[in-house]
């Protein structure tokens, strides 16, 4: 069973930046696509970020050009860079692989407001 712990998380000044970093356990990490997720107060969990296990990426429109997502399978590691961060941007951040039933992690909040 993989499990995932995401960190990086805080409050943050509109503006600004913030790296987020999940780290999974087990050996098999290499091989699945991983995203990154976000779940806002009274909203669904979207994804808005996915990266294949050969390191091509894809965003949502809402964050493309300011989140940047990477890997380093060495690590067993997913990261988010996230820059010019919006208050919209405020939600708790989440890892996992798309289309499979990987358990969640607790997540990591993320707060930007002046």
């Known amino acids: 069973q993989v499990q995932l712990v995401e960190s990086g998380g805080g409050l943050v000044q509109p503006g600004g930046s913030l790296r987020l970093s999940c780290v999974a356990s087990?050996?098999?990490?290499?091989?699945?696509?991983m995203g990154w997720y976000r779940q806002a107060p009274g909203k669904q969990r979207e994804l808005v970020a996915i990266?294949?296990?050969?390191?091509?990426?894809n965003y949502v429109d809402s964050v493309k050009g300011r989140f940047t997502i990477s890997r380093d399978n060495a690590k067993n590691t997913v990261y988010l860079q996230m820059n010019s961060l919006k208050p919209e941007d405020t939600a708790v951040y989440y890892c996992?692989?798309?289309?499979?039933?990987?358990?969640w992690g607790q997540g990591t909040q993320v707060t930007v407001s002046s």
């Open positions: 996992n692989a798309p289309g499979t039933t990987m358990s």
């Open positions: 087990g050996s098999i990490f290499s091989i699945y696509a």
């Open positions: 990266i294949s296990s050969g390191g091509i990426t």
